[in-house]
């Protein structure tokens, strides 16, 4: 049998030409023009040859670069049905978060660019329509998608010329309250849109709360008792046992079926599901009979986390996002050979649960922030509470009034989330919430939407907040430690992704004081004054700066809020020079903070440059690549002071 051959457009210069014979598929490669109407016309056994060959291609990527893995993987067979039905160029395809959108990337026109993922200068790892017009809009955070849709939906009925919005959404996004602000008025005025409800059972780590438990508690009440007993006395009149068996079997299934819909049908949306997420002639089917529907209609799929690669299948959080692995055996190929900030936070905030009044939360990273140790140890006193950074943060509050210590354990982006509850719940009343912040300053390649780089200017502004940080894993314990006896406000101290730039052992630990700074070198004329990691940036170019001549002062200011105005005094009358390094933005900063105080004691014939970031959103990429672009690598910083310095 000759095979039956059909060239599919990738891109601009690259198609898959998949060859269908009566032994198994395969494929080649060819240089075509990319069509998005392609998918239209391919048969159901070439749409599913083309989704086993966005798996590879997303494996053989994620692989060598890092990236989201398992939920992109699951997505693939509901992306390319969304393809095959819409066309991307008339309507807006939303994703929330989106970093499960890797298919949608490569059936618009980045297959070949897709070999850049999350490098520096590549794609991104996120929707982002500066990336392409195939994104309607930029995602990196949970729970935006039905928003944005209703948005369409309103516009749309002002007279954009938008197609109905296709929004995919996952089940793990369905714990954030803003997916309900969205559903309530969309229930009410009905705006047409397909919602695909991507239903894998877990969001990141295992699902919490109610509407994750909602299919498993309806079937317990009395209704579907009653009704299951009534059936069950009409089968036991059937004299076959196996046949009522069966029955009943299959009725209990059926009716799991059909009661997931009626939270959305109650909300005034039309409910299709669920329906198997990896079936492409089904899902073609139910999207098609969605969109001829024209109201708002969300359709339940279930799929499997990791589909297509059998080690990542399932219920495994750690194949979520990850870095370079083999595919063969699935382990990592980078091994860490130092403890992370997070895994000494954890291992510290451990030490206190002996304390029963120490109780802590995390909104939906329980291992990203190391939280998951503490859960696993006393799981009733710390809790993720999913995808609710602001119900963290208030919760937390409450519990502090009641007597209890509460650590709140958030990355900096997400903690943006939470930032009224902040203010009105916490700092207004001076409860004493402690605030871990995960991944501040710049986390490398999830881009924009990710940097931890806003905390210090967003928490600085807000009376009775301290705010501290540590220079290394060992001031990290420190820190800590001060947290737990701090009892007299709301505080918050930072921590970077993956390590410090600063080693262990450099410099003793020591306490936390509220409100001192440490002197670590002293020197003349010039003074370095380093913030948490910025310490490390600033002791490198201490070193680089005594080689070629420079005798710097270096100071650990340890406490932006408050400042230690004493120390500070003392240096900046026998300083004339100084550098301010943090790991955040410039504006609302640290270098802010000191000139704010020079200006109030108005200090004179002191110069002052900061090394904090300008105001710019910074792109993904290696943190080491994106540091060096930005001026903030070892070399930079120093040429810069030179150049400075020289020019005085």
């Known amino acids: 049998m000759a095979p039956l051959c059909r060239a599919i457009r990738i891109s601009s210069n690259l198609c898959l030409r998949i060859c269908v014979n009566d032994r198994g598929y395969m494929t080649s490669q060819v240089p075509k023009v990319y069509d998005f109407e392609s998918l239209s016309t391919l048969s159901l056994a070439e749409l599913n040859v083309l989704a086993a060959r966005i798996r590879q291609r997303i494996?053989?990527?994620?692989?060598?670069?890092?990236?989201?893995?398992?939920?992109?993987?699951?997505?693939?067979?509901?992306?390319?049905?969304?393809?095959?039905?819409?066309?991307v160029k008339k309507h807006p395809f939303i994703f929330d978060v989106s970093h499960q959108a890797y298919a949608h990337k490569l059936l618009t026109g980045r297959w070949e660019a897709f070999s850049t993922l999350r490098q520096f200068g590549g794609i991104s790892g996120f929707c982002n329509p500066n990336e392409s017009a195939s994104d309607y809009f930029i995602a990196?955070?949970?729970?935006?998608?039905?928003?944005?849709?209703?948005?369409?939906?309103?516009?749309?009925?002002?007279?954009?010329?938008?197609?109905?919005?296709?929004?995919?959404?996952?089940?793990?996004?369905?714990?954030?309250?803003?997916?309900?602000?969205?559903?309530?008025?969309?229930?009410?005025?009905?705006y047409p849109m397909v919602i695909i409800l991507n239903d894998n059972e877990m969001s990141i780590a295992k699902p919490i709360g109610a509407i994750s438990n909602y299919l498993s508690q309806i079937l317990t009440t009395s209704f579907?008792?009653?009704?299951?007993?009534?059936?069950?006395?009409?089968?036991?009149?059937?004299?076959?046992?196996?046949?009522?068996?069966?029955?009943?079997?299959?009725?209990?299934?059926?009716?799991?079926?059909?009661?997931?819909?009626?939270?959305?049908?109650?909300?005034?949306?039309?409910?299709?599901?669920?329906?198997d997420g990896h079936n492409i002639e089904l899902i073609i089917a139910t999207l098609h009979k969605a969109k001829e529907m024209n109201k708002p209609v969300i359709i339940h799929a279930?799929?499997?986390?990791?589909?297509?690669?059998?080690?990542?299948?399932?219920?495994?959080?750690?194949?979520?996002?990850?870095?370079?692995?083999?595919?063969?055996?699935?382990?990592?190929?980078?091994?860490?050979?130092?403890?992370?900030?997070?895994a000494v936070f954890a291992q510290s905030l451990q030490t206190y649960l002996g304390d029963e009044k120490v109780v802590g939360a995390t909104a939906a990273m329980p291992s990203g922030t190391g939280i998951d140790k503490l859960i696993e140890k006393a799981p009733e006193r710390f809790i993720d509470v999913a995808i609710c950074e602001a119900h963290a943060v208030t919760s937390m509050a409450a519990m502090a009034k009641e007597g209890f210590k509460p650590f709140v354990a958030i990355y900096s982006t997400f903690l943006q989330r939470a930032y009224d509850q902040i203010i009105h719940d916490v700092s207004i009343l001076n409860l004493p919430v402690r605030f871990c912040i995960d991944r501040a300053g710049i986390v490398g390649e999830d881009g924009e939407t990710h940097q931890g780089l806003f905390d210090i200017a967003y928490l600085r502004s807000i009376p009775n907040m301290v705010l501290f940080a540590p220079r290394d894993n060992e001031s990290l314990r420190q820190a800590v430690d001060f947290a737990y006896h701090h009892n007299t406000s709301p505080c918050a101290f930072r921590y970077p992704r993956g390590a410090f730039v600063l080693d262990d052992g450099i410099f003793p630990a020591s306490v936390f004081e509220l409100g001192k700074a440490e002197v670590l070198k002293e020197g003349e004329k010039l003074l370095l004054i380093g913030y948490g990691n910025g310490v490390g940036r600033a002791y490198k170019a201490y070193?680089?700066?005594?080689?070629?001549?420079?005798?710097?002062?270096?100071?650990?200011?340890?406490?932006?809020?408050?400042?230690?105005?004493?120390?500070?005094?003392k240096l900046l009358n026998t300083h004339k020079y100084i550098c301010v390094l943090s790991d955040s933005y410039y504006m609302g900063g640290v270098g802010s903070a000191i000139l704010e105080c020079i200006a109030e004691e108005n200090v004179q014939d002191v110069a002052l440059k900061s090394f904090e970031i300008k105001d710019e959103f910074i792109p993904h990429g290696n943190s080491a690549k994106v540091e060096s672009s930005l001026g903030l690598g070892t070399k930079e910083i120093v040429l810069a002071i030179q150049k400075w310095l020289d020019s005085k």
């Open 302 to 342: 279930q799929t499997l986390k990791g589909k297509g690669y059998e080690i990542a299948e399932g219920h495994f959080e750690h194949w979520h996002g990850v870095g370079p692995f083999d595919i063969d055996t699935g382990s990592m190929l980078k091994k860490a050979t130092t403890l992370s900030p997070t």
């Open 59 to 87: 494996l053989a990527v994620v692989s060598s670069n890092g990236g989201h893995l398992s939920s992109t993987l699951g997505a693939v067979d509901l992306i390319v049905g969304m393809h095959a039905v819409f066309d």
């Open 543 to 569: 070193e680089e700066l005594v080689k070629i001549g420079y005798k710097p002062t270096l100071l650990d200011l340890r406490f932006v809020k408050p400042l230690d105005k004493n120390i500070l005094f």
């Open 140 to 190: 990196g955070h949970s729970s935006t998608s039905l928003s944005l849709a209703v948005g369409v939906g309103r516009a749309r009925t002002l007279g954009a010329k938008s197609g109905m919005p296709v929004v995919m959404v996952g089940d793990g996004s369905m714990s954030a309250g803003l997916i309900y602000e969205a559903l309530n008025e969309l229930g009410d005025k009905k």
């Open 224 to 275: 579907y008792q009653k009704t299951r007993d009534s059936i069950k006395k009409m089968l036991t009149k059937m004299p076959d046992s196996a046949t009522y068996l069966y029955l009943a079997k299959r009725f209990e299934e059926s009716l799991k079926l059909i009661t997931p819909g009626i939270l959305f049908e109650e909300l005034g949306l039309d409910y299709i599901g669920p329906i």
